[in-house]
Structure formats: structure tokens, C-alpha cells
């Protein structure tokens, strides 16, 4: 991959899960570090997120923690890849 943008370009452009102001490339994805850590943690331990209402919750800034289910989907929509903790497991 060869993903050339520079620390301006990636200050304008908003996280790509929630819109808030990203913090660069996490996972494969411009992300704020909110998302970035939310993502990690998704990915860590045994996560089993449910969806409260049908699974189309709105994930903005505001809203990005009332459905985690939500928030994990997206992610994975986008392309985040857990690749960076794939390889560091032995
Ligand atoms: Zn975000
Ligand atoms: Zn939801």
C-alpha cells in the first residue's frame, strides 16, 4: 500500500467513522484517536456488541459511543483492519 498524504492533507480531513478531527492513519483508515482506541479495544478482547435498536445507528461525533455495535460496524465498513495486531501475535 502506498498511502502518500501528508500531515496537512490528513489535519483536514475528518475521521471517516465519526467526523471528529482525525489524528492520521489507524488501521488503514484516517481515524480520530477516539475511534482508533475504540477499534483496538474491539479487537483485543472478546467483544460481543448488540445493537439495542436495528442496527442503522447514526455514527457522528456525538453519537459515535451510544452503540458500539454501530461504531464496530463502520469501522469495518471502512476497511479498519486489524492487520497491526494480527502481526504482532506469535
Ligand atoms: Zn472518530
Ligand atoms: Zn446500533
Redesign the pocket.
Known sequence: MSVSLSTAQIEIIPCKVCGDKSSGVHYGVITCEGCKGFFRRSQSSVVNYQ???S???LVDRVNRNR?Q??RLQKCLRLGMSRDDLESRKT
Request: net charge positive.
Open positions: 445493537c439495542p435498536r442496527k442503522a445507528c452503540c455495535y454501530c
